[in-house]
């Protein structure tokens, strides 16, 4: 997993690419490369999007974490 940081408008957001075992969701694909944006309140971590699509999970310390716990809405 890697993550990269940006600021948009005053927000704090992470880039996250993963490979398909690394996700609890993704793990029984073929290995492709997904991105993930993860939304930060400076304490928190948040999964707001998978692959372009809006995806949802709990609050977690790191980035990371909340990528692999997280899950695409429908």
């Given at each position: ?10 927000e704090t957001f992470y880039e ?52 692999k716990n997280s899950w695409i809405?429908?």
């Open positions: 997993m890697k993550q990269k940081k940006y600021y948009s408008d005053y996250v690419t993963f490979q398909t075992g690394e996700h609890k969701d993704f793990c029984f694909e073929k290995p492709t490369t997904h991105n993930a944006i993860v939304y930060s309140d400076g304490i928190w971590f948040h999964c707001i999007m998978i692959d372009g699509k809006p995806a949802n999970s709990p609050c977690y310390r790191s980035a990371k974490s909340a990528v809405l429908k």
